[in-house]
């Protein structure tokens, strides 16, 4: 498994936008052929839910249907960080956003396919 710390979530306005970081310590997180990360949200009685995945290599993207065309999954190799760019932030996207990672070089929407998992940080939108 590999640590994972997410950060960057906040109060923010609807219509807004917010960027949320994934930083992993460990050196091979940037390796193309190993971890695929993804981003999941969870609010309060809700189930965990997809946003959005990229792979090691950055060549597979995805994303859910509720974010496609707002939010934006990015990585940067040089600070072994994932990013989630969020824009048009509505009431709806309020939820604890979590960064997940698994070493199969495909995402997937299953939360239960991922073996690693960062505590989470809280996105509000205020309306």
């Known amino acids: 498994q590999v640590q994972l710390a997410e950060s960057g979530g906040r109060l923010v306005q609807v219509g807004g936008s917010l960027r949320l970081s994934c930083v992993s310590s460990e050196r091979t997180f940037n390796n193309y052929s190993y971890y695929t990360v993804a981003w999941f949200r969870q609010s309060p009685g809700k189930e965990r839910e997809f946003v959005a995945g990229i792979r090691g290599n950055g060549a597979d993207i995805s994303y859910a249907h509720s974010v496609e065309g707002r939010f934006t999954i990015s990585r940067d190799y040089s600070k072994n960080t994932v990013y989630l760019q969020m824009t048009r932030l509505n009431p709806e996207d309020a939820a604890v956003y979590y960064c997940?990672?698994?070493?199969?070089?495909?995402?997937?929407?299953?939360?239960?396919?991922?073996?690693?998992w960062g505590r989470g940080t809280q996105v509000t939108v205020s309306s």
């Open positions: 997940a990672a698994r070493i199969v070089p495909v995402v997937s929407t299953d939360s239960t396919s991922y073996v690693s």
